[in-house]
């Protein structure tokens, strides 16, 4: 959030005399201010100096071991994108093939995740996975109120049933939309939702369960097909009827790649819609997302809007109305330029590296493995017992100093005594740089286990690094 910072002081960009092509003095008196409008234009090549240069204190994208969200895609998918970016996805009357590329990529995601029917799937593009939850969550919510009008009438109030480790959008949505959030707690070293926690927090007022395929806390996968047929097991006793969304904003495009044996699909009759980020895992920059509902039963046509718009009139239902189309057209290219093979590959070298990583890691004997990157291309470590004279805060400051982003943070209640480290291998991650920062790890373990305890107890307060 930009906030303002009330300040009355004149703070002002200093401009290098040298990008004047005439006058060097006078460029200097260009010296725009940093928090109001210049009275004057500035050329164009001494805004962009004055920008790039202050843009070089960004982390390199290459070292960030935080994000899910691609960093590097090939020239021919900048060129694309650029000879997109003044399109707008919204109009689709004045640009119908960026709509028909829309279609296609919704196909053959419905393929993907083994729509039973996909000439009955209905799904659409988003700016993201938090989009397309919004969504997914206000479907399941519809879907409930009409079967349950009189008792939403008469004030009971809808639930929705997640683990603890959900990605904070599904709170946010529990929250605009006045969904009763129910969070199933971490216990022991189960650190998502499974069939026994989701079960306990059902009942009449559910409008439906989350389950994840891909936990950002750990990587893990959560059992969706169990979750489905202790759902099916409480409808034969009880007639309720829940539906469940999963959150594949990583796994969607990881599993049918990795693990296509593993049932978490449309495969699953109660699966009622998936979402996924084409900006995580789906290889494309931010931010695109992929909504999609098994059939349209499935989506209330109440919450399909047709709008009139620039001479033509179209179906829309996500939140969003302009936004650029460039980032749809990018999906298109990756699953034209990759096929199956091409993101089977991809995927692999992705948890090929991880798993490399954790187990080289668990060798170093200061850190105990959660996860060992063979679900998601991810995985999280705290340090191991007996370590006393440093913690995951230490070993993330101090790969910083080195430009590595591995974030460091607490988990949530009930295990908030565990503090791990986490690691996203993402394409461009190569097993060279994997290398490099095991050598970094190693290098500062000596220095590490010298210090008479960890930095917070000398008064340095812990950053944690984790965004989802």
């Not at 119908?96 to 659409?124: K, S």
């Not at 007996?386 to 101090?398: E, I, P, Q, Y």
Request: proline residues 6%; aromatic residues 8%; negative net charge.
């Amino acid at each position: 959030m930009a906030l303002h910072t009330g300040s009355s002081a004149d703070h002002r960009l200093a401009v290098n005399a040298l990008l004047g092509e005439a006058d060097p003095v006078g460029t200097m008196r260009m010296a725009p201010p940093k928090h109001r409008l210049h009275h004057a234009p500035l050329p164009p090549h001494i805004a962009y100096q004055l920008i790039h240069d202050e843009l070089m204190l960004d982390g390199n994208a290459k070292l960030n071991l935080a994000t899910f969200v691609t960093t590097q895609m090939e020239p021919e998918a900048d060129r694309l994108m650029a000879e997109c970016a003044d399109k707008n996805m919204i109009d689709k009357d004045e640009y119908p093939q960026t709509a028909e590329l829309e279609r296609r990529c919704v196909a053959i995601l419905a393929d993907l995740w083994h729509a039973p029917d996909p000439e009955q799937v209905v799904g659409c593009s988003t700016t993201g996975s938090s989009e397309a939850c919004m969504l997914a969550g206000l479907a399941l919510k519809r879907r409930w109120m009409r079967r349950n009008q009189d008792r939403y009438d008469a004030g009971a109030r809808p639930n929705l049933v997640m683990g603890v480790n959900v990605q904070i959008c599904w709170e946010k949505f529990c929250n605009f939309w006045e969904v009763e959030c129910r969070l199933a707690p971490m216990e022991g070293e189960r650190y998502h939702l499974d069939a026994e926690s989701a079960l306990a927090l059902c009942d009449e007022n559910t409008i439906g369960v989350v389950g994840v395929l891909g936990s950002t806390f750990d990587g893990s996968y959560e059992p969706i097909q169990q979750i489905c047929a202790a759902l099916d097991e409480l409808q034969q006793r009880t007639g309720l009827d829940i539906p469940v969304h999963v959150d594949g904003a990583s796994g969607g495009m990881v599993a049918p790649f990795l693990d296509p044996d593993l049932l978490w699909d449309f495969r699953l009759p109660r699966v009622a819609s998936i979402n996924t980020s084409g900006h995580k895992y789906g290889l494309v920059y931010p931010g695109v997302g992929w909504a999609l509902w098994r059939d349209h039963e499935a989506l209330p046509k109440e919450l399909v809007f047709k709008v009139n718009y620039l001479g033509g009139e179209m179906p829309t239902f996500a939140l969003n109305f302009s936004r650029p189309g460039a980032e749809v057209v990018a999906q298109y290219f990756n699953f034209l330029r990759l096929g199956r093979e091409g993101y089977r590959a991809v995927q692999q070298s992705c948890r090929r590296v991880a798993r490399h990583l954790a187990a080289e890691i668990e060798k170093l004997g200061s850190f105990r493995l959660l996860t060992r990157g063979d679900q998601l291309p991810v995985f999280a470590f705290t340090v191991a017992d007996g370590v006393t004279a440093f913690d995951v805060f230490d070993v993330s400051r101090r790969l910083r100093e080195r430009g590595w982003q591995v974030p460091a943070y607490t988990f949530p209640d009930n295990l908030t005594d565990l503090s791990v480290l986490r690691v996203v291998c993402r394409n461009g991650f190569t097993m060279d740089l994997a290398d490099l920062l095991l050598a970094d790890l190693a290098r500062l373990l000596p220095e590490l286990s010298r210090q008479p305890g960890p930095a917070q107890e000398r008064g340095i307060q812990p950053e944690s690094g984790f965004h989802h």
